[in-house]
C-alpha cells in the first residue's frame, strides 16, 4: 500500500519560511518523480514543483526563486523549503509520485500566511 505523508505546514507571518518535508513508503521512490502542488480555497489544485528520479527541477513561475525541492532517496522524502512566503501562499499542499500511468497523492499540510 503507497503512503505519502506530509508534515511540516503551519501559521507564518508574510516572509517567513516553512520546511515541507513527505515521507513516502509502498513504492520504489528512486524511480518516482516527485512532486508538490497546492490548492487554495476556491482555486485549482497547481503544480508548485517537481523533481525527477535524476534530480531535475522545475518550478511554477510564482514560486521560482522563494522555493526549493529536493529528496533524499535513502530515506524516501522529498522536502519543500519555502522562503519569502506570501499571503496569495497560503494553501493546502499535497505531496505527489508519478510513474508511468500511477499517481499518488498525500492528504496536504496547511499553510497559512498571516499577519
Known amino acids: 500500500q503507497v503512503q505519502l505523508v506530509e508534515s511540516g505546514g503551519g501559521l507564518v507571518q508574510p516572509g517567513g519560511s516553512l520546511r515541507l518535508s513527505c515521507a513516502a513508503s509502498?513504492?520504489?521512490?528512486?524511480?518516482?518523480?516527485m512532486g508538490w502542488y497546492r490548492q487554495a480555497p476556491g482555486k485549482q489544485r497547481e503544480l508548485v514543483a517537481t523533481?525527477?528520479?535524476?534530480?531535475?527541477?522545475n518550478y511554477a513561475d510564482a514560486v521560482k526563486g522563494r522555493f526549493t525541492i529536493s529528496r533524499d532517496n535513502t530515506k524516501n522524502t522529498v522536502a519543500l523549503q519555502v522562503n519569502s512566503l506570501k499571503p496569495e501562499d497560503t494553501a493546502v499542499y499535497y505531496c505527489?509520485?508519478?510513474?508511468?500511468?500511477?499517481?499518488?497523492w498525500g492528504q496536504g499540510t496547511q499553510v497559512t500566511v498571516s499577519s
Open positions: 509502498g513504492l520504489p521512490f528512486s524511480i518516482y518523480t
Open positions: 505527489n509520485a508519478e510513474f508511468m500511468r500511477r499517481l499518488y
Open positions: 523533481i525527477t528520479s535524476g534530480g531535475i527541477t
